[in-house]
């Protein structure tokens, strides 16, 4: 009698066209050949959609949409966008299967506000389709590699879904160290990184300078370690700021894109020029946020993300509410996905003297600044300011005096064009989720 397992695996067979077009690895195959795997995948995505969950269902009907109208990529401009409304407070809203089919359910964070968003996956989608394409020039980790996940694994999709690509996706070692969950402290991760030496890290911009203070005061010197890459997600930050983590650590530090409802979206490549897409995963397209028209290669506008290998829980044109306009030319890397380049949201912007200033364009200039530390705040109120507040620890060493306050203030104002108060503080809290950068009062 064959066990569960068995049965589980003697039945899995990825959907036919992906073993039809994926003839090697994804970021190896030529433009056309893409091209023709995209077309075919959404095609199965919106007649499945169609024929299995009644979301999609009544949006197409109401919209006069049938699965055949759905013949190329173009056409994916007809179908109905799906909205973060739409999800928030319920949970099966994307369902497309039996619900006994469900292997995994991750919530969102939370850090957005409103009703929570769940997303699922049945085993199928979990590990056939998502593991099918892979990437091996954009996210180099191969057998042998040591990587320490330090994001969240818990009410975040963030570390599980490394966890997956790194054990079942790259066959690489994986520590699941976390961050900040019920036994991860930076502490304990800086002793398991003196014991296991890893080669690759995954984490958050902000933890890693956590994770690279608390190595000092254990005496770990971060460049001792065998890193060969350092991966980072889950928020952003400016070039400045990445360039003190690639110094603190000593190796390379790319970006990967991705969200719970979408999965991965974007990996950098090494010359750090935007976010290569992951098309083998994802169709993206920039729409203008107000219309919904689907603006040209160059136009700023909204991300909108189809999933091209969810067919149980199926996510087709999700607005991702993240602004940003790709770039189609081709990179130095060799690479040929097009890049996508991120633009922050008018939500997180500050306002002073009328000018409207995204948070990371402010970061920029104070990194470039090296009496300033790595922690800070934008102390700011909503709506319109008279000037920028910026309250700072200073680097190791570093003496608050006024005459600093005042040359400090002055060189910021000079790159912004707008006053500037410096405020200097001993420490500012390490925050355990995402960091807070800007402080509205
Ligand atoms: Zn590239």
């Given at each position: 009698?064959?066990?569960?397992?068995?049965?589980?695996?003697?039945?899995?067979?990825p959907l036919?066209?992906?073993?039809?077009?994926?003839?090697g690895?994804?970021?190896?195959?030529?433009?056309?050949?893409?091209?023709?795997?995209?077309?075919?995948a959404?095609?199965?995505?919106?007649?499945?959609?169609?024929?299995?969950?009644?979301?999609?269902?009544?949006?197409?009907?109401?919209?006069?949409?049938?699965?055949?109208?759905?013949?190329?990529?173009?056409?994916?401009?007809?179908?109905?966008?799906?909205?973060?409304?739409?999800?928030?407070?319920?949970?099966?809203?994307?369902?497309?299967?039996?619900?006994?089919?469900?292997?995994?359910?991750?919530v969102?964070?939370?850090?957005?506000?409103?009703e929570?968003?769940?997303?699922?996956?049945?085993?199928?989608?979990?590990?056939?389709?998502?593991?099918?394409?892979?990437?091996?020039?954009?996210?180099?980790?191969?057998?042998?590699?040591?990587?320490?996940?330090?994001?969240?694994?818990?009410?975040?999709?963030?570390?599980l879904?490394?966890?997956?690509?790194?054990?079942?996706?790259?066959?690489?070692?994986?520590?699941?160290?976390?961050?900040?969950?019920?036994?991860?402290?930076?502490?304990?991760s800086?002793?398991?990184?003196?014991?296991?030496?890893?080669?690759?890290?995954?984490?958050?911009?902000?933890?890693?300078?956590?994770?690279?203070e608390?190595?000092?005061?254990s005496?770990?010197?971060?460049?001792?370690?065998?890193?060969?890459?350092?991966?980072?997600?889950?928020?952003?930050?400016?070039?400045?700021?990445?360039t003190?983590?690639?110094?603190?650590w000593?190796?390379?530090?790319?970006?990967?894109?991705g969200?719970?409802?979408?999965?991965?979206?974007?990996?950098?490549?090494?010359?750090?020029?935007?976010?290569?897409?992951?098309?083998?995963?994802?169709?993206v397209?920039?729409?203008?946020?107000?219309?919904?028209?689907?603006?040209?290669?160059?136009?700023?506008?909204?991300?909108?993300?189809?999933?091209?290998?969810?067919?149980?829980?199926?996510?087709?044109r999700?607005?991702?509410?993240?602004?940003?306009?790709?770039?189609?030319?081709?990179?130095?890397?060799?690479?040929?996905?097009?890049?996508?380049?991120?633009?922050?949201?008018?939500?997180?912007?500050?306002?002073?003297?009328?000018?409207?200033?995204?948070?990371?364009?402010?970061?920029?200039?104070?990194?470039?600044l090296?009496?300033?530390?790595n922690?800070?705040?934008?102390?700011?109120?909503?709506?319109?300011?008279?000037?920028?507040?910026?309250?700072?620890?200073?680097?190791?060493?570093?003496?608050?005096?006024?005459?600093?306050?005042?040359?400090?203030?002055?060189?910021?104002e000079?790159?912004?064009?707008?006053?500037c108060?410096?405020?200097?503080?001993?420490?500012?809290?390490?925050?355990?989720?995402?960091?807070?950068?800007?402080?509205?009062?």
């Amino acid at each position: 009698m064959a066990s569960k397992y068995e049965k589980r695996i003697k039945g899995a067979r990825p959907l036919p066209f992906l073993t039809r077009y994926l003839t090697g690895p994804a970021d190896s195959l030529s433009p056309a050949r893409i091209a023709e795997y995209q077309k075919a995948a959404l095609r199965e995505v919106v007649t499945r959609a169609y024929k299995n969950s009644s979301f999609y269902q009544e949006k197409m009907n109401k919209a006069g949409i049938k699965p055949q109208d759905i013949s190329k990529v173009a056409d994916l401009a007809k179908m109905p966008f799906t909205t973060k409304a739409e999800l928030r407070g319920n949970p099966w809203a994307l369902l497309a299967c039996d619900k006994k089919d469900i292997s995994l359910i991750h919530v969102s964070t939370g850090t957005t506000g409103g009703e929570q968003i769940y997303i699922m996956y049945t085993w199928k989608d979990l590990y056939l389709h998502d593991l099918a394409p892979e990437y091996p020039k954009l996210f180099d980790i191969d057998p042998g590699d040591i990587c320490f996940n330090a994001l969240p694994h818990e009410m975040s999709s963030a570390g599980l879904s490394f966890h997956k690509v790194f054990i079942d996706g790259c066959q690489a070692t994986a520590i699941p160290a976390g961050k900040g969950g019920a036994y991860s402290t930076p502490e304990k991760s800086i002793k398991l990184m003196q014991d296991l030496q890893p080669n690759v890290i995954m984490t958050t911009p902000s933890y890693s300078m956590t994770l690279a203070e608390v190595a000092r005061e254990s005496n770990l010197d971060p460049q001792s370690l065998p890193l060969k890459k350092m991966w980072l997600t889950g928020e952003g930050c400016s070039p400045a700021f990445r360039t003190r983590v690639e110094k603190i650590w000593g190796t390379k530090a790319n970006f990967y894109y991705g969200s719970l409802e979408a999965g991965v979206i974007g990996i950098e490549c090494d010359a750090h020029t935007g976010y290569h897409i992951t098309q083998g995963h994802s169709l993206v397209e920039i729409v203008e946020p107000k219309t919904g028209e689907v603006l040209q290669p160059g136009e700023i506008g909204e991300i909108v993300v189809t999933s091209l290998l969810r067919f149980d829980t199926p996510l087709i044109r999700y607005r991702t509410q993240d602004l940003g306009y790709i770039d189609p030319d081709p990179c130095q890397c060799g690479i040929s996905f097009p890049r996508l380049f991120m633009r922050g949201r008018a939500v997180d912007e500050v306002v002073v003297k009328g000018v409207n200033f995204s948070p990371f364009y402010l970061e920029e200039f104070l990194m470039r600044l090296p009496e300033v530390g790595n922690w800070y705040h934008f102390v700011v109120k909503e709506g319109n300011n008279e000037s920028l507040k910026i309250r700072t620890e200073l680097a190791d060493g570093v003496k608050p005096t006024l005459e600093l306050a005042d040359k400090l203030a002055s060189k910021m104002e000079f790159s912004l064009g707008i006053p500037c108060e410096f405020e200097f503080v001993s420490k500012l809290p390490r925050p355990q989720s995402k960091t807070i950068r800007v402080v509205r009062q």
